[in-house]
């Protein structure tokens, strides 16, 4: 049961963190490409479908994910919990960012008049999209550790048996 959760953890932050290297490759450089038309279509897009539907569905489930894989396998050893609790650190990180950085510059860049705010989307679309290199990092790192700890998981079942 504890390695089905620990694959679920893993699957899902890949997933996510998949998701926000296609978001700064493909999505930002569209929104930013022809402002202030391509603002508008990104915004037309998302009166049908709001893609970040997508994190508020998945982030959490993965953050319950890793949780639950550091509460299953903290009896197991120091090493796994030190890695488990890194991917956990980086994904809460995560969140923290998407909170404090990332939606105020959704607001900007997908509620606020686009006449009489041209340069401030302008100006949110290019920080979006070099700061969303950072989220993808810190995705990619908590998956490593998270694969490091299921190394050291097996690597240690091994050494038992």
Not at 19 to 46: E, L, M
Not at 56 to 71: F, W
Not at 107 to 122: N, V
């Amino acid at each position: 049961m504890k390695r089905l959760i620990l694959f679920l953890s893993i699957i899902c932050g890949s997933g996510l963190t998949m998701v926000s290297i296609y978001n700064t490759v493909v999505d930002a450089k569209s929104w930013g490409s022809d402002i202030p038309a391509s603002i508008q279509a990104a915004r037309g897009y998302f009166q049908h479908v709001d893609p970040r539907r997508f994190y508020e569905i998945a982030g959490p489930v993965n953050l319950i994910l890793i949780v639950l894989t550091l509460i299953l396998f903290w009896k197991d050893s120091v090493s796994l919990r030190f890695y488990f609790a890194a991917s956990l650190a980086c994904y809460a990180a995560i969140l923290v960012l998407t909170l404090a950085y990332f939606v105020p510059r959704n607001l900007i860049l997908f509620t606020w008049s686009i006449s009489d705010h041209l340069e401030q989307i302008r100006t949110a679309s290019a920080q979006w999209s070099a700061m969303n290199w950072i989220r993808s990092l810190l995705g990619s790192a908590g998956v490593l550790f998270s694969f490091k700890g299921l190394d050291t998981y097996y690597a240690t079942r091994s050494k038992k048996t």
